[in-house]
Nanobody, 119 residues
C-alpha cells in the first residue's frame, strides 16, 4: 500500500510560481500530478518514472511546469512557473506500481492541495 502526502499549494498572482511536493511511503514505479477544477473532470498534468528519467506533461503546462524527483526521499516535485488563472485547481499526487503509460492508470492518490491563481 502506497500512501501519498502533498504539500505546497497556496494562493498566488498570475505569473507567479509554486512548488508542490509529494512524498510516498512506498516505492511506486511512477508518480504524477493531476488537477481538478471545480465543476470539471480531473485531468493529467505531469508524471515521472521513479527509475530512469522518463517524464510526461499535459500540453497545457509544457514549458511552464517541471516535474522532478528525489529518490532518496521517495518524493516528487512539481515546479509551477508562469501560473495562469486557468491553473486554479485542486492538485492531486498519484502513484502506481505499473510504469507505463505515464498519463493514466494510477491507483494511489493523495488528499489534494489547492492551488489558486488570481488575475
Amino acid at each position: 500500500q502506497v500512501q501519498l502526502v502533498e504539500s505546497g499549494g497556496g494562493l498566488v498572482q498570475a505569473g507567479g510560481s509554486l512548488r508542490l511536493t509529494c512524498a510516498a511511503s512506498g516505492r511506486p514505479a511512477k508518480m504524477g500530478w493531476f488537477r481538478q477544477a471545480t465543476g470539471k473532470e480531473r485531468e493529467f498534468v505531469a508524471a515521472i518514472t521513479m527509475i530512469g528519467i522518463s517524464t510526461a506533461y499535459a500540453d497545457s503546462v509544457k514549458g511552464r511546469f517541471a516535474i522532478s524527483r528525489d529518490n532518496a526521499k521517495n518524493a516528487v516535485y512539481l515546479q509551477m512557473n508562469s501560473l495562469k488563472p486557468e491553473d486554479t485547481a485542486a492538485y492531486y499526487c498519484a502513484a502506481s506500481n505499473v510504469v507505463i503509460p505515464l498519463t493514466r492508470d494510477y491507483n494511489y492518490w493523495g488528499q489534494g492541495t489547492q492551488v489558486t491563481v488570481s488575475s
